[in-house]
């Protein structure tokens, strides 16, 4: 049995800035991811005047409840969605103007909805270049609070912002939800909410969010799920291989953590505790029908290890993975196909074809870290893959290429 220690989690690490950020005290950040995207997130707060003490792993982050420490910032979001969705939520609760711009990459991703609410709730936003879209800049003058509608289908992330603004207006929030993607993201915000001494509260569609500021706690920062799916997928994948994932057991809060349960329907034996998750090959992955709406990014993952099913796997409703770094469904198919893999796809769906992948292959990664990490596991059954951009997944996991060779090798 190979133990794995994954890096903290990237969508809990994002939250944990913003809540600290906004909270009253200094709170601790315990194992926080270290990566493009949260120094970016962490370099941006800095930016806007909160102070960020780093330490190897504990990151202290003095809070302003009442908003940025300066009165005009700019800031560089890299590529960083959270980043680049949180950060001007953040601000439209303070004092001040800040201009905010991004990567060529974030700057395709669409913030529109998001943009949509914070002006029905006041907020003075205003895009530089294409509407719905950074560069942007935020003239803030506090949130009064109230009630407003939210189409959350292209992103979780426009909810997840909303709603951790809640506490930090006037009166609160009450945002009701027409169409929601990635639905368990949101139950992390909302859990990491209520330990920060927030008050939240749904009802059907509707999220009620109390007037109740944060308070600073010390916050473990658990292990990344998505990240943890390329280890659990190599183990599935390898005859005689099993692979355990310390601190992503029964309690975890990311919903991606059911990828596991995606594996146990293809054939692998799975084991989950308070401590950990365990998947272990039992030699055969079989074919399947899945949908992965609610756990959409561990789709690459999926995809680059169907061809050595013993019968088609069909992927539904991820539509929403066209709008990440890259077109995932249509990079997933790309490569595949250049693998020589038999693939179809439609708006919202793949569907991929037992077959053996063949090499020499050039992985077009599309600045994609999640393309990357998916076909290095395809890769331990196909000699000759390499990637064109090998050094994106810096932007979750700088150590990924040494680690998981570390992994291969103890084959």
Same mark, same amino acid.
């Given at each position: %049995?190979?133990?794995?220690?994954?890096?903290?989690?990237? &969508?809990?690490?994002?939250?944990?800035?913003? /809540?600290?950020?906004?909270?009253?005290?200094?709170?601790? /950040?315990?194992?926080? /991811?270290?990566?493009?995207?949260?120094?970016?997130?962490?370099?941006?707060?800095?930016?806007?005047?909160? =102070?960020?003490?780093?330490?190897?792993?504990?990151?202290?982050?003095?809070?302003?409840?009442?908003?940025?420490?300066?009165? *005009?910032?700019?800031?560089?979001?890299?590529?960083?969605?959270?980043?680049?969705?949180?950060?001007? *939520?953040?601000?439209?609760?303070?004092?001040?103007?800040?201009?905010?711009?991004?990567?060529?990459?974030?700057?395709?991703?669409?913030?529109?909805?998001?943009?949509?609410?914070?002006? #029905?709730?006041?907020?003075?936003?205003? @895009?530089?270049?294409?509407?719905?879209?950074?560069?942007?800049?935020? @003239?803030?003058?506090?949130?009064?609070?109230?009630?407003?509608?939210?189409?959350?289908?292209? &992103?979780?992330?426009?909810?997840?912002?909303?709603?951790?603004?809640?506490?930090?207006?006037?009166?609160?929030?009450?945002?009701?939800?027409?169409? +929601?993607?990635?639905?368990?993201?949101?139950?992390?915000?909302?859990? %990491?909410?209520?330990?920060?001494?927030?008050?939240?509260?749904? #009802?059907? !569609?509707?999220? !009620?969010?109390?007037?109740?500021?944060? !308070?600073?706690?010390?916050?473990? $920062?658990?292990?990344?799920?998505?990240?943890?799916?390329?280890?659990?997928?190599?183990?599935?994948? #390898?005859?005689?291989?099993?692979?355990?994932?310390?601190?992503?057991?029964?309690?975890?809060?990311?919903?991606?953590? =059911?990828?596991?349960?995606? +594996?146990?329907? %293809?054939? =692998?034996?799975?084991?989950?505790?308070?401590?950990?998750?365990?998947?272990? &090959?039992?030699?055969?992955?079989?074919?399947?029908?899945?949908? %992965?709406?609610?756990?959409?990014?561990?789709?690459?993952?999926?995809?680059? $290890?169907?061809?050595?099913?013993?019968?088609?796997?069909?992927?539904?409703?991820?539509?929403? *993975?066209?709008?990440?770094?890259?077109?995932?469904?249509?990079?997933?198919?790309?490569?595949?196909? !250049?693998?020589?893999?038999?693939?179809?796809?439609?708006?919202?769906? $793949?569907?991929?074809?037992?077959?053996?992948?063949?090499?020499?292959?050039?992985?077009?990664?599309?600045?994609?870290?999640?393309?990357?990490?998916?076909?290095?596991?395809?890769?331990?059954?196909?000699?000759?893959? *390499?990637?064109?951009?090998?050094?994106?997944?810096?932007?979750?996991?700088?150590?990924?290429?040494?680690?998981? @060779?570390?992994?291969?090798?103890?084959?």
């Amino acid at each position: %049995m190979t133990v794995i220690h994954i890096p903290g989690s990237k &969508s809990v690490t994002a939250r944990a800035l913003f /809540l600290a950020a906004a909270a009253e005290g200094t709170t601790t /950040l315990l194992r926080p /991811l270290v990566s493009d995207d949260t120094e970016g997130f962490a370099e941006g707060l800095g930016a806007l005047g909160y =102070a960020v003490r780093r330490e190897p792993d504990a990151w202290h982050i003095e809070g302003r409840p009442a908003g940025p420490g300066v009165e *005009t910032a700019e800031v560089y979001c890299r590529d960083g969605a959270t980043t680049a969705r949180f950060l001007p *939520t953040l601000v439209a609760a303070g004092h001040g103007t800040y201009h905010f711009d991004a990567s060529a990459q974030m700057r395709r991703r669409p913030l529109g909805p998001l943009s949509t609410a914070l002006r #029905e709730l006041g907020v003075d936003l205003r @895009h530089g270049e294409k509407d719905g879209h950074h560069p942007l800049s935020v @003239h803030a003058a506090g949130v009064k609070g109230g009630a407003l509608t939210l189409d959350a289908g292209q &992103s979780s992330q426009y909810l997840t912002a909303l709603l951790m603004l809640g506490p930090l207006t006037a009166e609160g929030l009450d945002i009701t939800v027409t169409d +929601l993607v990635s639905e368990p993201y949101v139950e992390i915000t909302l859990a %990491m909410m209520r330990s920060f001494g927030a008050e939240v509260t749904r #009802e059907g !569609r509707t999220y !009620r969010v109390a007037p109740t500021g944060y !308070r600073a706690p010390t916050y473990g $920062i658990e292990p990344d799920a998505s990240t943890a799916s390329y280890f659990f997928a190599a183990a599935a994948l #390898e005859p005689g291989r099993s692979v355990t994932v310390p601190g992503l057991g029964t309690g975890a809060l990311q919903g991606d953590l =059911a990828f596991v349960d995606v +594996l146990r329907r %293809m054939g =692998a034996d799975v084991e989950t505790t308070d401590s950990g998750t365990t998947v272990r &090959s039992t030699g055969t992955l079989r074919g399947l029908t899945v949908n %992965m709406r609610d756990i959409s990014d561990t789709m690459p993952t999926l995809a680059a $290890i169907a061809p050595f099913a013993d019968g088609p796997v069909r992927i539904e409703d991820v539509a929403n *993975t066209r709008v990440k770094e890259c077109d995932r469904l249509d990079a997933c198919a790309e490569n595949l196909r !250049r693998l020589g893999i038999s693939v179809e796809t439609g708006p919202d769906w $793949i569907e991929i074809h037992p077959g053996t992948p063949t090499g020499p292959v050039e992985i077009a990664t599309h600045g994609d870290h999640r393309v990357v990490m998916s076909f290095a596991v395809t890769a331990l059954r196909t000699p000759g893959i *390499t990637f064109d951009d090998p050094g994106c997944v810096k932007k979750t996991f700088p150590d990924f290429h040494e680690v998981f @060779h570390r992994y291969a090798r103890t084959a």
